[in-house]
Antibody, heavy 119, light 107 residues
């Protein structure tokens, strides 16, 4: 079964940092692009970042450019999202998902991890 | 950036009804559109990709159509488990974008 499991969310103060992880299983991780998306409380979905299968290409939404860094470790079947300079507006459930433009879809999605930025 | 506008934003319908949700793109995206269903407290679930390809395991009462700038998601006969929020997503170019969502509720 294809599965994605996020971890690393929590409460952080404005300006703080957090590192999210997404562990993949059930498929050949190294052959897929991986994405992060988020959903603020009661709001819609927002794409955050994508990393190609080889990590050669990394793209970001304007809202997180320069503050967030996506990376992956194909030996550990894990994708990461390093978040620095966190703001209240970054408060959201963060989802990792398999795919991007190259696959034409996000499937599956992880269960999500909640990041709360508050003093 | 490509903007996606879903209509309606809210839809009230009864079990057994046929409903259609529309997603309009601010510029042409060929057939690079996906549809997702999200239930409260859960992650989105892929229903349709490439505008009209039904994801494996998704009931055949769901169908997608369109190309260019106008797309539709149709549910042929609503079942109780279909009441949820539906999102379209364009994967034609980065940044990837989502529609604002359509909340489908029981009448």
């Amino acid at each position: 079964e294809v599965q994605l499991l996020e971890s690393g969310g929590g409460l952080v103060q404005p300006g703080g940092s957090l590192r999210l992880s997404c562990a993949a299983s059930g498929f050949t991780f190294s052959t897929y692009a991986m994405s992060w998306a988020r959903q603020a409380p009661g709001k819609g979905l927002e794409w955050v970042s994508v990393i190609s299968n080889s990590a050669y290409t990394r793209l970001y939404a304007d809202s997180v450019m320069g503050r967030f860094t996506i990376s992956r470790d194909n030996s550990k079947n894990t994708v990461y999202l390093e978040m620095n300079g966190l703001r209240a507006e970054d408060t959201a459930v963060y989802y990792c998902a398999r795919g991007g433009q190259s696959t034409g879809r996000f499937d599956p999605w992880g269960q999500g991890t909640l990041v709360t930025v508050s003093s | 950036d490509i903007q996606l506008t879903q209509s309606p934003s809210f839809l009230s319908a009864s079990e057994g009804d046929r409903v259609t949700i529309t997603c309009r793109a601010s510029q042409g995206i060929s057939g690079s559109l996906a549809w997702y269903q999200q239930k409260p407290g859960k992650a989105p679930k892929l229903l349709i990709y490439a505008a009209s390809t039904l994801q494996s395991g998704v009931p055949s009462r769901f169908s997608g159509g369109g190309s260019g700038t106008e797309f539709t998601l149709t549910i042929s006969s609503l079942q109780p488990e279909d009441f949820a929020i539906y999102y379209c997503q364009q994967l034609n170019s980065y940044p990837l974008t989502f529609g604002q969502g359509t909340r489908l509720e029981i009448k």
